[in-house]
């Protein structure tokens, strides 16, 4: 038989409050007991919630700018402007992960300030009530380059293997894997947003049967899992690219002097 596990979205949770005991809510709403091994993914809106990552804002703009610190691309439609980004978390994508939807009128959400922080406290609290060693990812929905749609990904992690390192190790035909490391916390994001869903009430999924990758709660976080720039091939959108070469070459040729015939 290969490898079965279960991913089931937990219901009945409150609207979550600034200064909640968020681990004693998500307890009280699972309906059978958590034990060593399961692993909540939990969407990050209700822990910045908890944390009081609520602004006041007309609109998002100003929040998005504040969160920024790198333009990656923008582009036009009519009035409305895309701002893809590189927020503070290192995490590049659209708006910088501020958020107007579910948030009271007038204000945005902000992610929080260290999502690794907060799903290690939060994981911290689940086992201290349950004795159960589990694991804890937080989640956010994010475009991806080069393919329609949205998907969730880890922003946060605690006590969860983030990576499937099968560097090493052989394939089926004995080739051996140079670069094959899945990114399992991504993957088990995505997988509990079938359950979740955007408008279902529903930001925690219990995933059962995925043992092994739990583990203690001093693992890597999802910061992680971001690439670092010397890595990152694909660092700046094609406008952006350009006007960046064509300025470096126009002050090169400046800094040369004028053409002379020769």
Request: contains cysteine; glycine residues 12%; proline residues 5%.
């Amino acid at each position: 038989m290969g490898v079965r596990y279960s991913i089931e979205g937990v219901e009945g949770l409150p609207e979550i409050g600034v200064g909640v005991d968020l681990a004693a809510l998500i307890v009280g709403a699972i309906d059978e007991p958590l034990a060593d091994g399961d692993i909540l993914v939990v969407t990050s809106k209700i822990v910045s919630k908890a944390e009081g990552r609520i602004v006041q804002a007309d609109d998002r703009e100003q929040a998005i700018t504040d969160e920024t610190v790198r333009v990656v691309a923008t582009r036009q439609t009519g009035e409305f402007t895309t701002r893809i980004v590189e927020n503070r978390l290192g995490i590049i994508g659209a708006a910088a992960g501020v958020d107007a939807s579910n948030a009271p009128e007038g204000t945005v959400l902000l992610l929080p300030v260290d999502p690794d922080a907060s799903a290690r406290a939060l994981a911290t609290g689940i086992r201290s009530l349950t004795g159960a060693r589990v694991g804890v990812l937080l989640s956010d929905t994010l475009g991806r380059p080069w393919r329609e749609g949205q998907t969730d990904i880890a922003i946060g992690a605690a006590g969860v293997h983030v990576f499937d390192d099968l560097r090493g190790q052989s394939d089926a035909a004995g080739k051996p894997l140079a670069v094959t490391m899945p990114c399992v916390a991504d993957e088990l994001a995505g997988a509990a947003e079938l359950v979740k869903g955007k408008s279902a009430g529903v930001p925690v999924a219990v995933v059962r049967g995925l043992g092994h990758l739990v583990g203690d709660l001093d693992l890597p976080g999802a910061r992680s899992i971001v690439r670092p720039a010397d890595r990152d091939l694909f660092r700046q959108g094609a406008e952006e690219a350009y006007d960046e070469g064509y300025r470096a070459g126009f002050d090169e040729a400046q800094a040369e002097g004028p053409l002379r015939a020769e």
